[in-house]
């Protein structure tokens, strides 16, 4: 796999998991048939059912061109959808019992607020076997307006009065919540662009009830919800950044191949070129030092040379090296010869071509040997 493949399923893998962490959200009053588990019912438990988003903002708008399944699958899916009348997750056990006409408490709790607008409608029907159809719903207000807009960032729970009709009874309806998010950037029908406009994402969620004149409750309230499914969302995004890194570390590793395997190509063809020519190594190095060293360092270069420019009174070392080859009389020996004038010192070429050694050093002198008055016991 190459590192453009791997940079992609990357991005892939981090638009994905942003999806499925940002935007969740879930039906749990009346408990939807995607999260009754919670509740305590013996159904199928669905560890992601807060991502009934129509299979996602891509699947739903760019491949069903906008459509999406009637309780949030995705609108591609064969029919019976998993989550429509006739699904494989569809149990047939309506959950709550509630008076025509009455304002009754709807739950929706969600993971991460994107903000949008909620939006509930009621498909009455009196058989199981009967399938719902979205001409079938009718449309119920929250809050005296048909559109619940979410105003605040703010996650958990929303308790919203629902208003069922008074003159609509069944033993088999069909609650649907609705929601429509707003936090990608489009364009508006109205031609305005800003966040919210065009394609968003969509969740939908249906719960079974009873409308009826009988007043009651059925099955288990929601005192208690089943949170193990928060356990593993976080384990999710854990697995989910864990592989993220991981591929993120083999692109960089394959980079760092790919480069060695340019480098290698290119050598080979410079090779194919130039036959003669060699790659510089230590054999190189080598040739480049028997060539002889000029000086030693640059500080013996300049005191060499400083010496050199000083005349008779020179050191004993820059004589050494001017003279190399022509060693010195002893000290008794050039005390008993007449002076004579030095003739002027001019610095030859091979400045610095000798090595110092402790034996061309100069002595130092007597006077500054003074001993210590701590060792001679003086005052």
Known sequence: MSSLDNYLLVVLLVVAWSQSTHQHGRLIEPPARNSMWRIGYNTTPNYEDSELFCGGIVNQWSTNKGKCGLCGDSYSLKQPRPYESGGKYVRN????????????D????????????????LCPRNSFEERETEECFIPLKTNGTLKYRLNTHRKG???????????VTCERCILRWHWKSANNWGTCENGRQGVGCGPQETYRNCADIIVRHEMGIRGPFINHIDERSNKIEEDYEDRAWRLILVLM????????????????????????????????GPQFLQKRLQKGQKFFDS????MAKAAAAKGPNKSRLAESKLNQGHPLPPQSVQQEQPPVAAPPITPPNTTGDAIPTPDCLATRKASIHVPSKLVSGGP
């Open 299 to 302: 500080g013996d270069y300049n």
């Open 157 to 167: 729970t929303f308790n919203l009065p629902v208003e069922l009709p008074k003159d």
């Open 106 to 121: 709807v739950v929706i709790q969600l993971v991460a607020n994107h903000l949008g607008t909620f939006e509930f409608s």
């Open 249 to 280: 570390a083999s692109t960089e590793n394959n980079n760092n191949t790919e480069l060695k395997m340019a480098e290698k190509e290119e050598e080979t063809k410079l090779k194919a070129k130039y036959p003669a020519l060699q790659r510089p």
């Open 93 to 104: 056990i309506s959950t709550r019992i509630y008076h025509p006409g009455s304002v009754i």
